[in-house]
């Protein structure tokens, strides 16, 4: 019995959809479908009771997903205790698309200060999974922006940044100082994969549905503009090719730059990363 699929396990139970914890652990549903098969022909009973419009736990899977959970907990203790006794201690962030952001910077350099001998691993992810491989245990920690899924989720919110569209510069509305989401409502926009966190996706097209080339990352939307005259989002204050420009949306809500870990790790060398990046931040 695996903890990765044990952390499948829970993303069902928790979910009690295979599609949607698919999404929520970046994944397609099939291998997912397929692990939790397997699991269950291991422990010779089944986990879930199946149904056109979801699944429920059966009594044998409510126990699990107990057992499971605390089971992942231990798991996450053992490995900072002993990798604390080999004096190699780690800790996985995920970075979402861009690591040019001025407070991750900062937040590097006072985090080697304060933790010199901590091995410190980074995951740079694209713009598909904005939790960075979190629900999957790929990272201990994620560096991101908000809104999307939350479920199971612990999110701090670092700072808030107006967002603007990223239009060419030679565009008649990149001339204007601020514009309105319905000035925009004939243009085609960037897309994220099928299977893209709908929250999230929701959020980067505006709140409603859109029409455009699919995308993956920072450079990937920007080329899209550049080349398609496509209409991106972005946060203001981040540096573009003097061939694009971005506009103020006076009717778009911030965006949240975020630090996300899953809800009741208790490894105290993430307690200390969201305290020295919620300073880091607030320069």
Known sequence: MELRTLRYFIAVAEELHFGRAANRLHMSQPPLSR????????????LFARSPTGVTLTSVGTVLLDEARALLDHADRVRVRVGAAAGVATITVGIL????DPGVTRLAAAYRRNHPAIDIRIRDTDLTDPTCGLRAGLVDIALTRAPFHETALTVRTLRTDPVGAVLRADDPLARRNRLLLAELSDRRWFQFPQGTDPIWQAYWNGGKPREGPVVRA????????????????????HDLPAELAVVPLIDMAPSRAVAVWNEGDT????????QIATAAYRH
């Open 267 to 274: 490894n105290p060398l993430i307690r200390s990363f969201v």
């Open 35 to 46: 692990a939790i098969k397997q699991l269950e022909a291991d422990i010779g009973a089944l």
């Open 97 to 100: 698309g861009d690591g040019t």
């Open 218 to 237: 920072v450079q990937e939307c920007l080329q899209a503009v550049l080349w398609n005259g496509t209409i991106g989002l972005a946060p203001l204050g």
